[in-house]
């Protein structure tokens, strides 16, 4: 395994590959006052095309910075000021009464442009003839169905900033230096890099998801008042404003993010109507969905699922052993162990700091030392799986995908120019998660309720997970939304009843499961890792198109959504199979997460060649480039616009719309995951908006070209899950068709199994232990324990010890 750090990089984009320089200047089409509150200024702009390469050269997009300055967010402590960038998209069709959706990444720091770029955009990263970097439109992207937007939150991450300061970055170790340096004696230019970032203090950000809410909520009104035609609320030709009605998708940390946004949102909706803050200064912004895709909501519920999903998965892979997880779950519960903590800080904050504002030192403290200790739940996999990714339990370290190419595009002075941008890009910034970890946030756990609330209210909520990811694995994701449903007389029956129904992609790929009663689904999305549309993209559009148009998520139909309930098996028992894993590129701006140590020590002896932001240690190992020129640049659009459809064949993938089943088909072809690919091998074909690419490389993934091991192809599911070893056992009884009785004797292959070393539907603040703690060596003293949990260290590529900390 490679390891630098126990936290992401600061992987940060620079301009140029070759020639370090600072951020250049930037002039913005517009800059004005916010119309409904003078403190806040907007100053945005529209990217040359090709920027981002959409569908349609109809679509408009803007770029910018809503600006904040200090005290705005009082009564919370802010004295810096808050730029927050944005890059909005209008719909391929009908922009003007299209949804709303924001989107947020997770972190806390990650940026959006990770979700703009791999995941959701209009928009994807490929590489041109000439080897440089331009975009392409994104077939899946969900501006298919909405006017989305990207926000860069909270302050210093991405491209939003407090202060511009300008620096030095040594990429090798990762250390910003300020005032900017000469380049150093024997470090190739490449490594050594001028930029503008941000001031770097942790005390210039906020530090609590109620605290970056209320910054958010801030942002919206700048936002939405700059902009009120695409105010879901605003009614056309007319000077009123009626409640919004956006749609929250986030990722992650969004897990904690999106519900105490949203809770933020009502509050001050409720204040607003009360006349405790001016109306006429003001917007009411009203939620219609809220989506989580593989995010942490809460630990208590969460933590004890990674080792329980590392020991016994759906891919038939051991990560780690049965007495390490029983282990993990006995250190869980233990007196003084992450569950004791978890309670200790949720009662000194529902005592002390009922506001969230991070301000009570005894409330930090406590909290802060809880989150370290529940670190343990994944360090007890990386320690035991060292070299497995803790976004993809397919996935050896280190792993390019999904792929880094964006970070060299937005490190292009062009790009940077075009879309306004004032400082350098950072993907994940250390000093904002650095300021939420010292407040606990991540622990506090108040989602629970105030999704509770959402559904009160007539609010969408859905769950999306990814079923190859590690640190915010389905089955924590299936527990909590089991829980949600347990807090509310409408659902704590009615949801768990609701089957597990067949999410159709299209006419032959099932795509995942989804269980969903009234305005609350769970979806597990086979075969995709943490970050799930970048992974499914086809799958994940088609689901999140369902759930804002209120359809049934597992065909799209139109349904009374007050009392509908998908039919099915009460469990998902689908087994997957692993796909081979091509070999990682190493990307100069992605040390950490992309180059072998072998590579890494090359590197730093000052071995090897960069072209084109790929380390490699000759020229030969450079894959050809096999792209062509059909590619958007800043400014410059192709001159021949690709065609759609297959040229050797009559299928037609359309720009536009959202598929509706009449049936589950019997997969056996087109499905749409993205294959772990080196984007340097990525033919783009006159066609990429097929279904498939002719291949011209025998074993090589090609532009939309499926392969038959990469498929993952769907297989009907156990009718009883203890009948089989393809299928996972579950402790609780009555978990089968047929009522089986489970008993310790019950075996998976030649494997002894333990009642409670099994995926359970219990909520694991209600497991039972055994008695006798197994331990791989002498068991130790109990203060020994507690010192080697705390030294432990998660040195695991992109990931810290938490779900969602740090993660993208």
Request: net charge negative.
């Amino acid at each position: 395994m490679f390891q630098l750090s126990s936290i992401v990089m600061l992987v940060l984009a620079f301009i140029g590959s070759a020639f370090a320089q600072f951020s250049p200047p930037v002039t913005y089409d517009t800059v004005l006052t916010s119309p409904i509150n003078p403190n806040i200024t907007i100053s945005y702009k529209s990217p040359k095309p090709g920027t981002c390469y959409t569908a349609f050269a109809t679509q408009k997009q803007y770029s910018g910075y809503v600006n904040l300055p200090p005290f705005t967010l009082a009564p919370y402590q802010q004295n810096y000021s808050i730029n927050t960038f944005f890059w909005f998209f209008e719909a391929r069709t009908n922009p003007e009464t299209a949804p709303l959706t924001i989107w947020l990444n997770g972190g806390p720091g990650s940026s959006s442009m990770i979700g703009l770029f791999r995941e959701t955009g209009p928009c994807e990263v490929v590489q041109s003839t000439d080897g440089s970097y331009g975009t392409q439109p994104n077939m899946w992207g969900w501006d298919r169905s909405s006017n989305i937007l990207f926000i860069d939150q909270p302050t210093q991450t991405g491209f939003s900033f407090d202060d511009a300061v300008n620096g030095s970055l040594y990429l090798n170790n990762d250390t910003v230096i300020t005032p900017p340096k000469p380049l150093p004696q024997g470090i190739p230019s490449w490594a050594f890099l001028n930029g503008t970032f941000s001031s770097g203090h942790s005390y210039s950000t906020q530090n609590t998801s109620v605290i970056a809410a209320s910054a958010s909520w801030h942002f919206l009104q700048g936002f939405l008042s700059a902009f009120p035609k695409y105010n879901p609320g605003t009614q056309p030709h007319s000077n009123t404003t009626e409640p919004t009605g956006v749609n929250l998708f986030t990722e992650s940390y969004g897990g904690l993010y999106g519900p105490a946004f949203a809770d933020f949102f009502e509050s001050q909706n409720v204040k607003r109507n009360a006349g405790d803050i001016p109306r006429n200064s003001t917007l009411e912004i009203k939620l219609s969905s809220v989506g989580i895709i593989n995010g942490l909501v809460d630990q208590l519920i969460q933590a004890p699922t990674i080792p329980k999903f590392a020991f016994n998965n759906t891919y038939d892979i051991q990560a780690i052993d049965q007495v390490t997880q029983l282990n993990a779950l006995s250190d869980f519960s233990t007196p003084g162990g992450c569950k004791d903590l978890i309670a200790q800080c949720r009662n000194s904050m529902h005592a002390k700091d009922p506001q969230g504002e991070g301000d009570d030192i005894s409330t930090n403290k406590i909290c802060s030392q809880a989150a370290d200790t529940c670190n343990d739940s994944l360090n007890t996999y990386t320690d035991a799986s060292s070299d497995r990714s803790v976004y993809d339990i397919r996935v050896m370290n280190p792993s390019s995908f999904p792929n880094y190419a964006y970070l060299e595009y937005l490190s292009n002075a062009d790009v940077l120019r075009s879309i306004g941008a004032k400082v350098n890009y950072t993907e994940s910034n250390t000093d904002v998660w650095d300021a939420f970890a010292l407040t606990g946030d991540v622990i506090r756990g108040t989602q629970l309720t105030s999704l509770a609330n959402l559904l009160i209210l007539g609010v969408r909520v859905a769950f999306i997970y990814g079923d190859a990811d590690v640190i915010c694995n389905w089955y924590g994701g299936e527990l909590v939304s089991l829980e949600l449903a347990r807090q509310l007389s409408a659902y704590n029956t009615t949801f768990p009843e609701a089957g597990y129904a067949d999410i159709v992609t299209n006419n032959s790929y099932v795509g995942g499961q989804v269980r969903q009663y009234g305005n609350l689904s769970f979806s597990r999305i086979y075969d995709a890792g943490h970050t799930v549309p970048a992974y499914q993209g086809e799958t994940a559009f088609t689901v999140f198109t369902r759930i804002i148009e209120g359809n049934d998520i597992g065909m799209g139909n139109k349904i009374d959504i007050s009392s509908f309930a998908t039919k099915g098996s009460r469990y998902s028992t689908y087994r997957n199979k692993v796909p081979a894993q091509p070999k990682s590129t190493c990307w100069v701006r992605a040390l950490q997460n992309t180059c072998s140590p072998d590579e890494v020590n090359q590197i730093t002896n000052g071995k090897g060649v960069v072209k084109n932001g790929v380390w490699v240690a000759k020229d030969s190992d450079l894959y050809p480039s096999e792209n062509h020129s059909l590619v958007g640049k800043p400014g410059s659009l192709p001159t021949n616009l690709p065609t759609v459809g297959n040229p050797t064949t009559t299928s037609v993938i359309p720009l536009t719309g959202v598929f509706t089943a009449t049936g589950t088909p019997t997969p056996t072809s087109g499905a749409s995951p993205r294959f772990l690919y080196r984007v340097q091998a990525r033919k783009l074909f006159p066609n990429w908006l097929t279904k498939e690419a002719p291949s011209t490389k025998t074993g090589r993934i090609q532009r939309r070209n499926v392969r038959l091991d990469s498929l993952h192809t769907h297989v009907a599911p156990c009718h009883d899950i203890r009948s089989s070893q393809n299928c996972y056992y579950d402790t609780e009884l009555g978990h089968t068709t047929n009522d089986i009785p489970y008993t310790s004797a019950d075996r998976i292959g030649s494997r002894a199994v333990f009642p409670d070393a099994l995926l359970t539907h219990e909520d694991p603040a209600n497991i039972v232990l055994p008695s006798q703690v197994y331990y791989d060596t002498e068991p130790e003293d109990e203060e020994t324990k507690r010192q080697s949990r705390k030294s432990r260290k998660v040195t695991v590529g992109t990931a810290v010890a938490i779900c969602g900390l740090i993660v993208l």
